[in-house]
């Protein structure tokens, strides 16, 4: 059973010249983090290494978003995403993720590169919450959780077909909108 999640509501930033960085293996178990990921996220290098990148998971953050994510990564692509993520004492940040699949000098894919930025806070205000906000209303108005990330994920494929593109030029796009 999972335990439950604790938000202060609380909003932690970073600054425009850090990155976030982190790798994972194949599992989505983080294999490094940088300096600038541990203090933003809280916790020691010793409380993430081999834990699931999931422990950073916000509630507010739709399943939808990351079905895609790893829809794509599984389909070797990079993907650009804002994702909202809740650190070891409850607090949230947002980030502009750049995820790259990792391979190997044989070429195999062997985990995940993130690199994360400090995301526009306008286009986090005034494009991604309302849409992530519709998004886990779809999810959970659901009778369970594989319906509502079902309904969610068609919502997010008619946007995309909407706009006549794949989710990175979506994304890419909202700076300009």
Same mark, same amino acid.
């Given at each position: 059973m &999972?335990?439950?999640? =604790?938000? %202060?509501?609380? +909003? $932690?930033?970073f600054?425009? /010249?850090?990155?976030i960085?982190s *790798?994972? @293996?194949?599992k989505?178990?983080i294999t490094y &983090?940088n300096? %600038?990921?541990? +203090?933003v996220?809280?916790y020691?290098? *010793?409380?993430?290494m081999g834990? !699931?990148h999931?422990i950073?998971?916000?509630?507010?953050m739709p399943?939808a978003v990351?079905?895609?994510m790893? @829809?794509?990564l599984?389909a070797g692509?990079?993907?650009?995403?804002?994702?909202i993520n $809740?650190?070891? /004492?409850g @607090?949230?940040?947002?980030?502009n993720?750049?995820?790259?699949?990792?391979r190997?000098?044989k070429?195999e894919?062997v985990?995940y =590169?993130? /690199?994360?930025r400090v995301? @526009?806070?306008?286009?986090?205000e +005034? *494009?991604?919450? !309302?849409?992530?906000?519709?998004?886990k209303?779809?999810?959970?108005?659901?009778?369970n959780? *594989?319906?509502?990330?079902v309904?969610?994920?068609?919502?997010?494929a008619?946007?995309l077909?909407?706009k006549g593109?794949?989710?990175d030029e979506?994304i890419?796009t909202?700076k300009h909108?």
């Amino acid at each position: 059973m &999972a335990k439950p999640v =604790h938000l %202060t509501g609380r +909003e $932690r930033t970073f600054q425009e /010249n850090e990155i976030i960085v982190s *790798k994972t @293996d194949l599992k989505g178990r983080i294999t490094y &983090a940088n300096r %600038t990921f541990l +203090e933003v996220a809280g916790y020691t290098e *010793k409380e993430v290494m081999g834990e !699931p990148h999931s422990i950073l998971r916000h509630p507010a953050m739709p399943r939808a978003v990351f079905k895609l994510m790893w @829809d794509t990564l599984g389909a070797g692509e990079e993907i650009f995403a804002y994702v909202i993520n $809740r650190c070891k /004492n409850g @607090d949230h940040y947002w980030v502009n993720a750049h995820v790259t699949p990792s391979r190997n000098t044989k070429g195999e894919l062997v985990g995940y =590169h993130s /690199n994360r930025r400090v995301p @526009d806070r306008r286009v986090v205000e +005034e *494009k991604i919450l !309302p849409l992530y906000k519709s998004l886990k209303a779809l999810e959970d108005g659901a009778d369970n959780r *594989k319906d509502g990330l079902v309904v969610s994920s068609k919502a997010v494929a008619d946007l995309l077909a909407s706009k006549g593109c794949r989710y990175d030029e979506f994304i890419a796009t909202l700076k300009h909108a």
